[in-house]
């Protein structure tokens, strides 16, 4: 079994490099030889978009790349650390991984068959705590894994790490390196990430006061045929509005109210919540193409709709639903 860690911060000994380095070790305690690369430390020079890898699959660009292309052809495990800059890899990583693009046209152009899939292990810490600072380096290295069909196995992702060595400080994060380092180095299961969601929005609201508009896109007109004959839809719409901090808002005093208890965001109706998916049931007065008129909407001007359903009583209405006391003295002003 050989693992290759892949370094990808420009600061040695900085939190995602501590990381790598447990990973390391817990695979090197199940048997396996080890192999750490530090990029800041070598040169690698940015692809260039020559193509003269078209005709063989070979980069001819001469520099440290070269010797790094047959380890990775012969390795079981990859590691690849880098904090987020920019929201996204670091420029050694991406300079990296723009390096393989010979290895991507050896698979899809070149039609030369993969070896056995191996397994990998994605690091990153970033300064920032939002949920979305990730998002944009995980694309880019499941897409880098794929080429090289290494499997997107594991991920370690830590932010809110301000200072150098941080990490060292986090009550888990070591252990839990040197803990996924050893499971995929002995091949033992380990938890699959999620994959990232992407939501598009499928049109906007206009808001006219007691009346809005749903205008949809035209291509997603024809999703509304027969929804004329239903007096009351369900609109369900991204509340681009809320800043970073409302995103990470786990707990309210509904609609604001201090004399009411504070209740986790998941049960109020508070536009703060990690995921600001707003919906509302509204009463559908007119369908002209892709246009909707409705009345009820609670959303303002410009908001994004990610989806549109019927309403049904059957479902939708649950004459013995109980509530907490507090709901009553919120509708009671």
């Not at 990610?306 to 939708?316: A, E, F, R, S």
Request: glycine share 8%; charged share 25%.
């Amino acid at each position: 079994m050989k693992v290759i860690g892949v370094s990808g911060s420009p600061r040695r000994g900085g939190n995602s490099e501590l990381l790598l380095e447990q990973a390391l070790d817990g695979a090197k305690s199940r048997g396996a030889g080890i192999e750490k690369l530090v990029l800041d430390e070598l040169e690698v020079n940015p692809c260039r978009n020559c193509d003269d890898c078209l005709e063989s699959g070979v980069c001819t660009t001469q520099d440290d790349m070269q010797a790094i292309y047959p380890r990775l052809d012969e390795v079981d495990c990859l590691f690849l650390a880098s904090p987020v800059f920019f929201l996204t890899v670091t420029a050694q990583t991406k300079a990296f991984i723009d390096r393989c693009q010979c290895l991507w046209v050896r698979r899809n152009v070149l039609k030369v068959p993969d070896k056995k899939r191996r397994r990998g292990l994605f690091i990153s810490t970033a300064h920032s705590e939002r949920p979305v600072v990730f998002q944009s380096a995980i694309s880019v290295v499941r897409a880098f894994f794929s080429t090289l069909n290494v499997g997107y196995d594991a991920e370690l992702l830590f932010g809110g790490m301000e200072e150098k060595g941080q990490i060292a400080l986090h009550p888990t994060a070591l252990k839990e390196a040197f803990e996924v380092g050893a499971r995929l180095a002995s091949g033992e299961e380990v938890a699959e990430p999620m994959a990232p969601m992407v939501l598009r929005p499928i049109g906007v609201v206009r808001n006219m006061g007691e009346e809005s508009e749903v205008i949809l896109q035209a291509d997603f007109a024809e999703a509304l045929d027969g929804i004329e004959g239903f007096s009351h839809i369900k609109v369900l719409y991204w509340m681009h509005k809320l800043s970073p901090q409302g995103r990470s808002t786990m707990k309210v005093h509904p609609r604001g109210r201090m004399k009411l208890p504070l209740t986790g965001v998941f049960a109020t109706r508070s536009p703060s919540r990690p995921n600001p998916v707003g919906i509302s049931t509204v009463r559908l007065l007119e369908r002209r193409g892709n246009i909707l008129r409705v009345q009820g909407l609670d959303a303002i001007d410009g908001t994004p709709v990610i989806d549109i359903k019927p309403y049904l009583p059957g479902y939708d209405s649950t004459p013995d639903a109980s509530v907490p006391d507090w709901v009553g003295r919120r509708d009671a002003g």
